[in-house]
């Protein structure tokens, strides 16, 4: 799921960029825009703490993976006020590195510091971790965009604005509701946002967000790249709507047992990555090229995920 925020953030900006700005640099805002929308999630690496002494099976390791993601999980590095300061410590990091400039980044430094060292204060010492995580990611894709492209200041403010901004709204559908406001006491949201009553339908919908997000970002970068996506997509993608039959095996997915349904659909989309067997006087396998392989894996999760979701409703 953490795919759809970065598709999202650079689906938007490298559409909007591509009305005014050539091609190439159009992606190259995008992918800032999706690389900050990726950062509010560093909040999981604290996460594998809990795999430790956990029963090796699939559905054990995710269940401990997201029980211990939930101390810290959408808390200080999803909320809108704390996001706004790491942009700005970015954007001073971003300025001094473009212009030499060894004050701007001991501002930035002594911002971040000075961030970190509020939400220990308030949150605590894990609290004071994952935010020290957030802000050395935003430097480090700050100092990225510096080394490999020649972005300039406004469009790198925008796209780092869209990306972490964008981030906790798109948490909304699922889970508990971002701490959208930390550290004040306000609440911008109370309870999750409802896509269907029936529990099953609420997590197919919100998997569906997700699939749109991924989409709409391969749609914009295959139209600034010129690639046809159709002429991507290979026939076995065809196979994919056999995953009907899981809804007799697969447990109907809700947001507190989605592992089952998710896992295995998601398996079905390495039908893109299966080499070709072509029968002849000698036998030849070939692989499909990158492009392929994504596009139809893309293809076949999205059948298969309409295959589950109609073969629910009917069954």
């Not at 700005?21 to 929308?37: K, N, T």
């Not at 909320?79 to 001094?96: D, I, P, Q, T």
């Amino acid at each position: 799921m953490f795919v759809g925020h970065a598709a999202l953030a650079f689906a938007v900006v490298a559409g909007l960029a591509a009305r005014e700005w050539p091609r190439r640099d159009a992606l190259a805002v995008g992918a800032v825009a999706a690389a900050f929308a990726t950062l509010p999630d560093v909040d999981v690496l604290y996460a594998p703490v809990g795999l430790v002494g956990a029963r090796l099976d699939a559905l054990a390791l995710a269940s401990a993976f997201w029980s211990t993601s939930t101390l810290v999980h959408r808390g200080v590095t999803h909320s809108l006020v704390v996001s706004a300061v790491v942009g700005v410590v970015a954007v001073a990091w971003f300025l001094g590195a473009r212009r030499g400039s060894g004050r701007l980044r001991v501002v930035a430094a002594g911002l971040g510091v000075g961030l970190v060292a509020a939400v220990g204060v308030d949150a605590g010492a894990l609290g004071a971790l994952v935010t020290a995580f957030f802000v050395v990611g935003a430097v480090g894709v700050s100092a990225a965009v510096v080394r490999v492209t020649s972005l300039g200041t406004r469009p790198f403010v925008a796209a780092a604005a869209v990306g972490l901004l964008s981030h906790p709204f798109g948490d909304v559908f699922t889970g508990e509701p971002p701490a959208f406001l930390y550290p004040f006491d306000a609440v911008l949201l109370a309870e999750r946002v409802t896509l269907a009553t029936d529990p099953t339908l609420h997590l197919l919908a919100a998997f569906a967000v997700e699939l749109l997000a991924v989409w709409l970002a391969v749609v914009v970068w295959a139209d600034l790249r010129d690639v046809r996506l159709h002429a991507s997509v290979l026939p076995r993608v065809a196979v994919a709507a056999g995953y009907a039959v899981a809804v007799a095996f697969v447990p109907p997915p809700t947001l507190d047992l989605s592992y089952p349904f998710v896992f295995s659909v998601i398996a079905v989309g390495g039908v893109g990555a299966i080499p070709r067997v072509r029968l002849g006087d000698e036998r030849r396998m070939t692989v499909p090229d990158r492009r392929a392989a994504f596009v139809t894996a893309l293809s076949a999760i999205t059948v298969a995920w309409a295959a589950y979701t109609v073969a629910y409703l009917v069954l």
